[in-house]
């Protein structure tokens, strides 16, 4: 079989490198190899590999940061296989850090070292070069893919899915020169990431712009969760600052209003290591109490020098900035980080188009539910990585159980048709559909560019879908996005955008739909839980066929 994996990140490079025992692989991604969210990955790989640690620890810990919105079987295979995947990174070189404190050597039976983080009972999360295990991960999985034999094809971008009779047999894509270009596949598996790109202050890297799912939307694909947006809490509150690890406060670093107040001890029982949905709200309410400025995030308690060893690269980031964080705090702010929603698959990737498969943050296999616990990510993209490699040649079910065990309402929307009315004046955005010079993937112009498209996206989605929402504002960005003019992907920018056009319009509805708080979802006006309303909604674009509601199954 001729096998197309679409991203280059830790699911895609575990499905490629899975894959290519058997298949004829070949590996699309926008950028460089090295490009996507994986090397940003600060924290850790979360895994119930100590003495101390159980699997269904991890399960619990899973289920509770979700919201009630889990899927338990995706949970149960996340959690079962997650030591098994670990073991094989261990196999594979990936330079964990060690310990040999006597005291972690019994608690946990091996010399693994091993962090903390926001609403783990255990310490189960391992890491790598202190704080940049992604980066360790990413390097030892590149290396192992340059020993397999896999046609890479780098700074490739994804425009479209091909399908023949209601199957994906292919992919459209921008090459390297920026020409339009079909790959034949007898399989595609999306890894293409998340869109934080959504927002103007993300966490994520340039290239995160939903290419994945918002290509598996416009060809049919059942999509679900996408109001779950996970924002984390500790951005580093500068220009361009980036990601402050959750691990450093499960190290003991603590959050302080400008009064130096330790706020989040009123907020939840577990304060800083409350799940970061509680911990985003609890800062966003504290810098709206003191007239917008940031909080500090405080590690001064901490051994200076465990601090530097265990933080290098964070040290260098804050050092930087012009702080010194072993002397004082840093400031910091929730950014958009993470999307729990996806193309929904089963627990082998498959999604409800035969042909297509998606793994990690492209995906939404419900194992996140409404909000992802903290360094699950990693070990995501490792499991499901693994299972779909080795479903795709397996013949498919006569029933595919989406999102397993959960019944999945599907609510079908029209196309989108932009006529400038209800919503901004969009004139001067269809500038955005023009060609920009040089506009390859990972071309000079490519950083810096924001289109008029993008930016009234990213306004709409940061002041009306972001951390906390209401119905007001929602309504009003369903309708200036609606608006908005398509995009024609004559370039990658344009490609991009029209990408983020789709995803940002089905977010702002399924938000709107779902009139309740859960997990990241937090509406103003519909601040409790509501414990009638679905665990999932899901939504597919017309016309295609599909059963509404989905009994835990759609027809293969």
Known sequence: MHVVIVGSGIA???????????????LVT??????GATAYAQGG??????????????EQDTRAAAAGSADEHAVA???ADGPARVRDLLALGVPFDRTTDPASLDRYGDDLARGREAAHGRWRVLHADGDATGAAVERTLVDALHRCHVTILERTCLTDLVLRDGAVVGVDVLDLLGEPRRIDADAVVLAAGGAGHLYRETTNPLVATGDGVAAAWRAGAVVA??????????????????LVSEAVRGEGAVLRDAA???????VHPDAELAPRDVVARGIAAAVREQGGAPVLLDATGLDPDHLVRRFPGLTRATRAAGFDWTREGVPVAPAAHYAMGGVVTDAEGRTSLPGLLAVGETACTGVHGANRLASNSLLEGLVFGVRAADAVAVPRPAHLRLRGDADLPVVTVPPVVTDGHDGTDVADAHRASRPVHGDRP??????RDVTDVRRVVQTEMTERVGLLRDAAGLTAARRTLDALPDPAPTGVRAAEDRALLDLARITARAAEARRESRGAHARTDHPDTDPTAPASTAWVRTPVTVTTPV???VPA
């Open 12 to 26: 895609g490079l575990t499905a490629a490198v899975r894959a290519s025992a058997r298949h004829d692989v070949t």
């Open 30 to 35: 926008k950028g460089a190899l090295r490009d």
């Open 45 to 58: 790989i979360a895994v119930a590999l100590g003495a101390d640690d159980r699997v269904a620890l991890h």
């Open 77 to 79: 295979v996340l959690c």
């Open 225 to 242: 969760d996408l109001e779950f947006v996970q924002f984390h809490p500790t951005r580093l509150a500068v220009p361009d600052g980036g």
């Open 260 to 266: 130096g107040r330790r706020f989040m001890t009123a």
């Open 442 to 447: 990972g071309g000079a112009t490519h950083p």
């Open 551 to 553: 009994q835990q199954g």
